[in-house]
């Protein structure tokens, strides 16, 4: 059974730090591509950060660039999305997601496997 996990959410206040964790069960997360979703409420899903499949590379919404930093542990079977300096407007739901095929992709559509999301909330 294909699961990914995420881990790490929570409250935090403006201009703090938290790190996400996503783990993988039941694939080889050293062939997927791997991304960062997230959701507020009210909004539409949208894209905060994706590497391929080594980690080499790495893409990141503008909003989120300098501020974000996505990695992985292939050997942990872990994705991690180390958030800095966060903001209120960062509250949101935040998913992890796995694709597989060629290059980093930040359209939602192109990802197959999904976890069920930790809440991130930023207080003022």
């Known amino acids: 059974q294909v699961q990914l996990v995420e881990s790490g959410g929570g409250l935090v206040q403006a201009g703090g730090p938290l790190r996400l964790s996503c783990a993988a069960s039941?694939?080889?997360?050293?062939?997927?591509?791997m991304g960062w979703f997230r959701q507020a409420s009210g909004k539409e899903r949208e894209f905060v950060a994706a590497?391929?499949?080594?980690?080499?590379?790495?893409y990141y919404a503008d909003s989120v660039q300098g501020r974000f930093t996505i990695s992985r542990d292939n050997a942990k079977e872990t994705v991690y999305l180390q958030m800095n300096i966060l903001k209120p407007e960062d509250t949101a739901r935040y998913y992890c997601?796995?694709?597989?095929?060629?290059?980093?992709?930040?359209?939602?559509?192109?990802?197959?496997?999904w976890g069920q999301g930790t809440q991130v909330t930023v207080s003022s």
């Open positions: 590497i391929n499949w080594s980690g080499s590379s790495a």
């Open positions: 997601a796995a694709r597989l095929g060629r290059g980093i992709v930040s359209t939602s559509n192109e990802y197959s496997t």
């Open positions: 039941g694939l080889s997360l050293s062939v997927y591509n």
